[in-house]
């Protein structure tokens, strides 16, 4: 039988340690390519974007002015009105979004005819790109060969032409609208999965206790998929805060600022304006907003789950 | 409590009929278990008189009313599901006092019919929990707590203890046959468990290809199944089926020569048979016996203890199983000689109808 000195023992160590060592810079090696991607897609901007927002950078050099940006923004009544405007905008389109994805997909999970086919026509404003999509409302937000403007005038709603996108508080609803048809479709169809992974048995259940459609909707579909909601309202609201191409297709942050949000404001300051300074510590803002938003989500999802996920 | 009649039930869905003319009275206080091989229509009837699935024709009848087209809370039933259908988010409690909070009923006397509930099942200490937090067998509980309180004329359930581990099973069987003893309730119970449906019911209804093949008492189905699918399904191991054909008939009985030789005479009504008709004799494998008769060819030996259950053919390669002393001596490839007790044995034309056996266990009339 062998037995082991106690003199073996650092050399076993000495092994150990060698096979270790190797084992360690395998590890590395896997988890390498996503660390260098990361540092140079998301960590070296960032940083970069850090440091710029710290200097009056524009196409001519750059001169460190410390917190100078910030404190300019700080100040400024037009980027107070900007986040503002900003807020508003995530909110209303996030609130509409999640509504009608309820109702959407309270209808598509519905046992009627045809429900395969309503499924497949909800997808159209998801799918096809955003650009194109952004085009054709341009075209129907237009006055004079617009269909809405014609329509409204059709039916003597209104008594000339209406730009839509030509006035501050017309392009602004305009804009929500156009946001709000493209984005409904995911969050319609991740209620839709939600609702369909809702055992049936527990509606039978509630129906052969005499609850009605109403009250099984509140008491069962509802809470069942809450997890859905809640992970659904934050990243459609972190999404809807950055939306930025459906904007800049339809008005460009215009009439006179009136569909400027933060991420157009920050591409105007930045890359229209050449003041890559004052763009990047609006970039930073947003960043700072965005972070505090997903600490929120995590907070609730955590919290929706506790409460709902436990099966 | 109430009685429960179905009056001609059918039901197809599309071209497909599922379920043929059900017509079956159901006692008040009875406990009744429809059982039958999946894909038999037992979980549509339930539906059916559950309010769940409409029939396609037929009356459901409780207490004397036609409930055929009523709303489920109308018909006075409550139903108890396989996956026992508790929802998540809700305590126990909460799960318990569903119905009665749908109904509005005042929060008093909700909490008083709730811990009368959780007393009888035993969930009092549980009552602040989350289904989630419960075991298989308490969560069943919870789900029969939530049909006791609605305090209903009919309980039904649809095979609510498939979802338990076995020995789990056993205990909620007996929970359940105390419970409607406790009760005094009219039970109507969905299974595909022969145990089940001999241990807790008062009658069972054997379903097949969506038609009733027999509705008696337990122990009339095991002694005197009308159908060889009932001598099939009712019994553990399954009863031995081995063909042959009427050899001689007389006032006592029928002589049936076996396909692989040997003659049984046995002692049944044989009423409309004639010399010559193919016929099927059912041994069940606990009415046989080490002796002479039948030459069993071993090909498998279980030994349960009390028991030895030896399985493999006899005559023309007919499958058989003979259940024996624990101690019996078999051995897997050895040859084992069975005594058959004509008098224990079952005859089924060649429609699978029985011939009445002339002797029985007097508590089986």
Redesign the interface.
């Known amino acids: 039988m062998a037995e082991i000195s106690a003199d073996n023992a650092p050399k076993q160590r000495v092994k150990a340690a060698r096979r270790a060592l190797p084992e360690a810079w395998f590890a590395w090696l896997l988890v390498a390519p996503a660390v260098i991607f990361i540092a140079v897609i998301v960590a070296w901007p960032l940083a970069e974007t850090v440091r710029l927002s710290f200097l009056e950078a524009d196409l001519g050099g750059e001169e460190w002015v410390g917190l100078a940006n910030y404190t300019d923004l700080a100040e400024s009544r037009r980027f107070h009105d900007t986040v503002l405007r900003t807020f508003y905008w995530m909110f209303l389109s996030v609130g509409l979004k999640l509504i009608l994805g309820l109702i959407g997909a309270t209808l598509l999970n519905a046992a009627i005819p045809g429900r395969a086919l309503f499924r497949v026509l909800v997808m159209p404003p998801w799918v096809i790109p955003i650009a194109i999509g952004c085009f054709g409302w341009l075209w129907l937000y237009n006055g004079h060969f617009g269909l809405i403007s014609g329509m409204l005038q059709r039916f003597g709603i209104i008594d000339g032409p209406f730009e839509f996108l030509a006035y501050k508080s017309s392009a602004f609803y305009s804009a929500i609208v156009t946001d709000v048809w493209i984005g409904t479709p995911m969050v319609t169809l991740f209620f839709l999965a939600a609702m369909q992974g809702v ?1 049936r ?2 509606y ?8 009605g459609r109403w ?1 099984r909707f509140r ?2 579909t509802i ?2 998929i ?1 997890p859905v909601i809640v992970s659904m309202a934050l990243l459609s609201a972190i999404w809807t805060f950055n939306s930025f191409e459906i904007i800049w297709i339809l008005t460009q942050g215009g009439p006179r600022g009136a569909t400027t949000t933060l991420i157009v404001d920050t591409y105007k300051t930045a890359i229209g304006n050449y003041k890559f300074g004052e763009g990047a510590a609006r970039a930073v803002i947003i960043v700072i907003l965005l972070a505090i938003f997903s600490l929120i989500y995590l907070f609730f999802l955590n919290k929706v789950n506790r ?2 996920g ?2 | 409590m109430a009685t429960l009649n179905l009056d001609h039930i059918s039901k197809s869905f599309g071209p497909a009929q599922v379920l043929h003319d059900i017509d079956l009275a159901i006692r008040d206080k009875e406990f009744v278990v429809f059982v039958g091989p999946s894909g038999c229509g037992k979980s549509t009837l339930l539906r059916i008189i ?3 699935e409409e029939a396609t024709s037929g009356r459901i009848v409780i207490d004397g009313a036609d409930v055929s087209t009523a ?3 109308e018909r006075g ?3 108890v ?5 508790l ?3 809700l305590s126990v409690f909460e799960n318990i006092a ?2 009665l909070h ?2 509005k009923m005042p929060k008093a006397e909700m909490k008083t019919r709730v811990q009368r509930a959780a007393e009888i099942l035993q969930l009092t200490d549980k009552l602040h929990l ?4 419960l075991s298989g067998g308490q969560r069943q509980r919870v789900a029969i707590g ?1 049909s006791i309180v ?1 305090e209903p004329k009919v309980f039904l359930f649809d095979e609510p203890l498939s979802n338990l581990d076995a020995a789990l099973r056993g205990d909620m069987r007996v929970e359940l046959s105390q419970l409607h003893r406790q009760l005094s309730a009219t039970m109507v119970y969905v299974t595909h468990d022969q145990i089940e449906a001999m241990t807790m019911a008062d009658r069972i209804v054997v379903l097949n290809n969506g038609r009733v093949e027999q509705f008696g008492t337990p122990m009339e189905l095991y002694h005197h199944p009308a159908t060889k699918f009932v001598a099939g399904f009712i019994g553990q191991p399954n009863m031995n089926l081995v063909p042959g054909v009427i050899a001689d008939l007389d006032g006592s009985g029928a002589a049936v020569d076996l396909d692989g030789g040997g003659r049984l005479v046995l002692p049944v009504d044989t009423n409309g048979a004639a010399k010559g008709d193919r016929v099927e004799v059912g041994i069940r494998p606990e009415d046989l016996d080490l002796g002479t008769g039948l030459d069993l060819s071993v090909r498998v030996i279980e030994r349960l203890g009390g028991v030895t259950l030896a399985y493999g053919t006899v005559g023309r390669d007919v499958r058989f199983c003979a259940s024996l002393d624990g101690v019996a001596p078999a051995r897997e490839g050895e040859n084992l000689g069975l005594a058959v007790d004509p008098a224990a044995c079952h005859l089924f034309d060649a429609s699978g109808r029985v011939m009445r056996r002339k002797s029985a266990p007097a508590f089986s009339a």
């Open positions: 055992s048995d527990l039978e259940a509630a129906w052969v206790d005499g609850a009250y008491r069962i809470p069942q809450m409460r709902y436990a099966k | 559950a309010g769940l709303h489920p809370v039933i409550s139903m599901f396989q996956s026992y259908a929802y998540p988010h569903f119905p749908v109904q989350k289904p989630g937090q939530r609605r």
